[in-house]
Antibody
Framework: QLQLQESGPGLVKPSETLSLTCSVSGDSISSSSYYWGWIRQPPGKGLEWIGYMYSSGRTYYNPSLKSRVTISADTSKNEFSLRLNSVTAADTAVYYC??????????WGQGSLVTVSS | QSALTQPASVSGSPGQSITISCTGTSSDVGAYNYVSWFQQHPGKAPKLMIYEVNYRPSAISNRFSGSKSGNTASLTISGLQAEDEADYYCSSYTISGTLVFGGGTKLTVL
């Protein structure tokens, strides 16, 4: 059974870097069949696509976040990570990691609330 | 990239059918058959209900169906049940290789 679990600080100061890790069990992130990505949801608002990566390391980012986002993988730990630089209060959201099969996120983590505040 | 357009809310009575639209452009919804639909209950992660316009994951009820015409995709729920009350989101692959979500639709079962 595939499981994804987000982890990381729940509070980040403005202008600093948000870092989250997604631990994957039940599948290998090195598999060439899937992509691995991040999605966020500000409180009371809709879903926003952040980006995703392929096993080769190729990445695709939301153009509105591209200058601040990095998604990378640690295959030895079967984890992938999100880094978002220069955060503001607008980056406060629940952050989900997900597996993608043919352009659809079919397995999701439970989500991790990150609040940007001093 | 702009979010796909969904109605903010829809409602229906138990047993009725409702349809939620998702309008994009020729660069996303109209370009590929990679439209998905998600159901989200409060405090929960989204759940995949429909993929590639009209395919259902094995565990999803056949009361849920999808379709597409041009730049607009639709989700239809037949035989509405109380547990269908949730937020629904569409998503589409784009010609840039990215993904985009709709703004979400709140379904109320009266």
């Amino acid at each position: 059974q595939l499981q994804l679990q987000e982890s990381g600080p729940g509070l980040v100061k403005p202008s600093e870097t948000l870092s989250l890790t997604c631990s994957v069990s039940g599948d290998s992130i090195s598999s060439s069949s899937y992509y691995w990505g991040w999605i966020r949801q500000p409180p009371g608002k809709g879903l926003e696509w952040i980006g995703y990566m392929y096993s080769s390391g190729r990445t695709y980012y939301n153009p509105s976040l591209k200058s601040r986002v990095t998604i990378s993988a640690d295959t030895s730990k079967n984890e992938f990570s999100l880094r978002l630089n220069s955060v503001t209060a607008a980056d406060t959201a629940v952050y989900y990691c997900a597996r993608l099969t043919a352009a659809r996120p079919d397995y999701w983590g439970q989500g991790s609330l990150v609040t940007v505040s001093s | 990239q702009s979010a796909l357009t969904q109605p903010a809310s829809v409602s229906g009575s138990p047993g009725q059918s409702i349809t939620i639209s998702c309008t994009g452009t020729s660069s996303d919804v109209g370009a590929y058959n990679y439209v998905s639909w998600f159901q989200q209950h409060p405090g929960k992660a989204p759940k995949l209900m429909i993929y590639e316009v009209n395919y259902r994951p094995s565990a999803i009820s056949n009361r849920f169906s999808g379709s597409k015409s041009g730049n607009t995709a639709s989700l239809t729920i037949s035989g509405l049940q109380a547990e269908d009350e949730a937020d629904y989101y569409c998503s589409s692959y784009t010609i840039s290789g990215t993904l985009v979500f709709g703004g979400g639709t709140k379904l109320t079962v009266l």
